[in-house]
């Protein structure tokens, strides 16, 4: 399954020096060949030590995380809906990715320059926001005047779709994202998701702010940002791209005493490729043998067949049952033996959903 977030910010944010931090910890595409092969995109294992612990279990010859793509996308200036600076090439690129990583930078140095002179977190997510919801209203006013045609006549779709466009129109002149707007609590019918998902509007897409900080460096009060991060109904990370990139040069033995000298604590980089992860709604399943431990992406709530489909499409065609465990119930018994004799091992039909962590065999 190949998804995708684009990190985008304002200029010198930091939004480079975490991508780079991110391709450190960067695998290799052969395994995954509906990745792009692309300099502006990292893929990006997600951090899980239950496939670490399955590989151990079954003295796998390889094992495979789950992984995002992540894309370094065109730094955004004011204007961007307009045009201004890389502004076409900015949205054009927000518009093929899943979501957004909006890098927040939280740090004051003076020798880093600001577009607007001195950081203000709340004001630059402002601005970034406003730009999405700036195209956006230009796409939903294009396609409503398309629309109006076909509903001066009658036409039944084009009123139903017109009705729905006047919805996002209001909700956007408020400047409220589509993702966070009074429209998102509302249960959807079928034929108005597939107009939201026909006109890949920016701010509906689901937003991850991180907030970038900086070893040294004072940083902002951020209390504020938080009050107003949850009013949007956000989520957020804090990182430091810089030390995080610093951290991924290291051999593993050395980053626990380099994280001991300057007294960092927290993995923000692993929090941001996990929290992006739950962000699309995706959770893992397992497959683990003598040749491979894998971890399987899936949306969550697809059936045991829609699972199937991720490892190949042969699997959701000729579905017929797939044997289920437990990561830690198997871990726990010992071997697929025992626990089958302890009856942990279940079987499976068409329409098990499948949950985090499950263990997976397909028969088919």
Not at 229 to 257: F, H, M
Request: charged residues 25%; hydrophobic residues 40%.
């Amino acid at each position: 399954m190949s998804l995708s977030i684009g990190i985008v910010g304002l200029p010198n944010v930091g939004k480079s020096t975490l991508f780079n931090a991110l391709t450190q910890k960067g695998v290799p595409a052969e395994n995954y060949p509906f990745c792009t092969i692309d300099p502006a995109v990292g893929i990006v294992p997600v951090p899980d030590e239950r496939v670490e612990q399955l590989n151990t279990f079954s003295q796998s010859a390889k094992k495979i995380p789950a992984v995002i793509e992540f894309v370094d996308i065109a730094g955004l200036v004011k204007g961007a809906s307009d045009g201004e600076g890389l502004g076409n090439q900015f949205l054009s690129h927000i518009r093929e990715v899943d979501a957004i990583a909006e890098v927040v930078r939280v740090f004051i140095d003076k020798n880093i320059i600001h577009v607007s002179g001195q950081p203000d977190p709340i004001s630059d997510i402002e601005t970034i926001n406003l730009e999405l919801i700036l195209a956006d209203l230009q796409t939903v006013a294009k396609r409503l005047t398309t629309v109006a045609r076909d509903a001066k006549r009658g036409d039944k779709l084009a009123l139903f779709e017109q009705a729905l466009l006047e919805k996002l129109e209001i909700s956007l002149k408020a400047g409220q994202l589509i993702n966070s707007s009074s429209l998102q609590t509302q249960v959807y019918k079928d034929e108005e998701l597939k107009i939201l998902k026909s006109l890949h509007l920016l701010s509906a897409k689901p937003i991850l702010y991180v907030l970038n900080k900086k070893q040294g460096a004072e940083t902002i009060d951020l209390e504020p940002v938080f009050v107003y991060l949850k009013n949007l109904k956000a989520q957020w990370v804090i990182v430091d791209a810089k030390i995080e990139g610093e951290l991924a040069e290291l051999e593993v033995g050395d980053r626990a005493e380099f994280k001991q000298e300057l007294g960092v604590v927290d993995d923000g980089i692993n929090d941001l490729i996990t929290a992006s992860y739950k962000l699309l709604g995706l959770i893992t399943f397992f497959t683990t043998g003598i040749d491979e431990t894998r971890a399987w992406t899936i949306k969550k709530g697809s059936t045991a067949p829609e699972a199937g489909s991720a490892i190949h499409s042969d699997f959701q065609e000729k579905f017929i049952r797939a044997e289920i465990i437990g990561y830690q119930d198997l871990l726990n018994a010992g071997s697929y033996a025992q626990a089958r004799e302890k009856g942990l091992l279940r079987t499976e039909g068409k329409d098990y959903l499948v949950k985090d962590g499950d263990v997976i065999e397909f028969k088919i």
